[in-house]
T-cell receptor, first 110, second 114 residues
């Protein structure tokens, strides 16, 4: 089964800073890739997904992610973060089942 | 359309007690799964099901049982609760194939075993 690595445990940024969160999965083949966000006390919500086609995918709230097949990576980016982006972010890969990374906690200082 | 519904939202158990966490979805999804979320460990897959009558183990299945008698329901059973099972449990559902395989999550069950 796939495993997912998220490189950053906790990221602290000031508002308007740019964001990039790393995500790698363990092996190739046909996979679906996802980024989810979890606001404090809430359940996970989908930010964006990659199924096929254009490797640069755009999601909600100005987030985007780039699928790089050769690197088994699916990094999340946002050009300018807001205080309301403070949350935990999870990368996930869907193969036979869906596996999640350990998550990255993002704190945005106003 | 309620999505994924989990009950209860909170539960405290004594060590050795048994209980069932309920999960129901009304989206006609074939795939359902249970995760536990612990600090610093993300979501770990406990069990999953690709359709009624079919279940399989995930990463951390020990101490948990599941069954899938209908498409809608996927209960998770703790036969003899242990403090190590203190966690937040999420149920999720999705289509099995195609472009819409993203998981939809329930609101979670916060379980404390004392």
């Amino acid at each position: 089964a796939q495993s997912v690595s998220q490189h950053n445990h906790h990221v602290i940024l000031s508002e308007a800073a740019s964001l990039e969160l790393g995500c790698n999965y363990s092996y190739g083949g046909t996979v679906n890739l996802f980024w989810y966000v979890q606001y404090p006390g809430q359940h996970l919500q989908l930010l964006l997904k990659y199924f096929s086609g254009d490797p640069l995918v755009k999601g909600i709230k100005g987030f985007e992610a780039e699928f790089i097949k050769s690197k088994f990576s699916f990094n999340l980016r946002k050009p300018s973060v807001q205080w309301s982006d403070t949350a935990e972010y999870f990368c996930a890969v869907r193969d036979n089942d869906m596996r999640f990374g350990a998550g990255t906690r993002l704190t945005v200082k106003p | 359309n309620a999505g994924v519904t989990q009950t209860p939202k909170f539960q405290v158990l004594k060590t050795g007690q048994s209980m069932t966490l309920q999960c129901a979805q009304d989206m006609n999804h074939e795939y359902m799964s249970w995760y536990r979320q612990d600090p610093g460990m993300g979501l770990r897959l406990i069990h999953y099901s690709v359709g009624a009558g079919i279940t399989d183990q995930g990463e951390v299945p020990n101490g948990y049982n599941v069954s899938r008698s209908t498409t809608e329901d996927f209960p998770l059973r703790l036969l003899s609760a242990a403090p190590s099972q203190t966690s937040v449990y999420f149920c999720a559902s999705s289509y099995s194939e195609g472009m819409n395989t993203e998981a939809f999550f329930g609101q979670g069950t916060r379980l404390t075993v004392v």
